[in-house]
């Protein structure tokens, strides 16, 4: 009976051994699949959005299979640096100080920061904000978070983990404000209309771009040939009207060139 059991038991293990491995062309893409509409999950817990759709062009560009990894902020660029992940494709923001430990792609989105207030808010600019102790909301490791270090040093700064959690401080009174980008702080208010109100003038411009390792300079032509590409086959505009036509015309409204332009 034992002989039985052990020959069974090895022929799980040698099964288990000879699954099929993950092909080595492949390439691995992080992604914090929670910041909609460029990373998120479908109804049917599938990654979507634009940053999933842009990593699929890439490996059809460099005729490559991809995966997915769904990544936490605060562990994407170590994940990067040891190899976990091949590349960054998730809203990140080129900055000088994050060009100290990674590589960055050309920037294919310019982005701004904004505020979102309470309702009844007297904040209305950039100038209110530096009033002595205001409470701004921040998600840690943004660069709201170093916007507001840097030039809020009178603010007291709420540092959160997650967006919606900024979001339901802002609503509940703890926070006068919430610094982010103009496309959350637009979903935010369309989210929470009656209790939250979008200040879209820029705090300063950003630019997002594709991390890489240092030294992969090969890996980084590629992909700068590609951005180039798909821009000039208007891939993105595609993504927009796909993704984002309601957040384009709102911008637009209020005179603030969309991000893709």
């Given amino acids: 009976m034992k002989h ?4 069974a038991l090895a022929l799980i293990f040698n099964a ?9 062309n492949t390439l ?19 990654p979507d959005g634009v940053s999933v759709r842009v990593a699929e062009a890439l490996g059809e560009f460099l005729d490559r299979p991809i995966k997915i990894r769904d990544t936490g902020w605060d562990g994407i660029i170590l994940d990067l640096q040891t190899g976990k992940i091949d590349l960054i494709l998730s809203s990140m923001t080129k900055t000088a100080e994050r060009e100290k430990s990674i590589d960055f792609s050309d920037p294919y989105v310019t982005n701004s920061l904004c505020t979102l207030v309470g309702k009844d808010s007297t904040i ?19 660069t709201g978070e170093s916007y507001v270090n840097e030039f809020l040093k009178e603010a007291v700064p709420i540092r959160l983990d997650q967006a919606s ?4 401080q802002v609503m509940q009174s703890k926070a006068d404000a919430f610094i982010y980008d ?3 702080v ?7 209309p009656k ?22 300079d090969e890996l980084k032509a590629q992909v700068n040939a590609f951005l180039a590409d798909f821009k000039a086959k208007r891939g993105f505009d595609a993504l927009t009207e796909r993704y984002m036509s309601a957040e384009k015309k709102a911008l637009a409204e209020q005179g603030v060139p969309f991000i893709f332009e």
């Fill in 4 to 7: 039985y059991l052990t020959l």
């Fill in 16 to 24: 288990a051994c000879s699954e099929p491995k993950e092909d080595d």
């Fill in 28 to 46: 691995v893409i992080g992604m914090e699949l929670s910041y909609p509409p460029f990373e998120m999950t479908n109804a049917q817990s599938k």
């Fill in 124 to 142: 209305t600019s950039a100038e209110d904000l530096k009033r002595p102790g205001i409470r701004i909301a921040v998600k840690g490791e943004t």
């Fill in 165 to 168: 959690d900024c979001v339901l």
């Fill in 182 to 184: 103009q496309i959350s």
């Fill in 186 to 192: 637009y979903n935010a208010w369309k989210t929470h």
């Fill in 195 to 216: 209790a939250t109100k979008p200040i879209y003038t820029p705090l300063r411009s950003e630019s997002w771009a594709i991390g890489l390792r240092k030294g992969e």
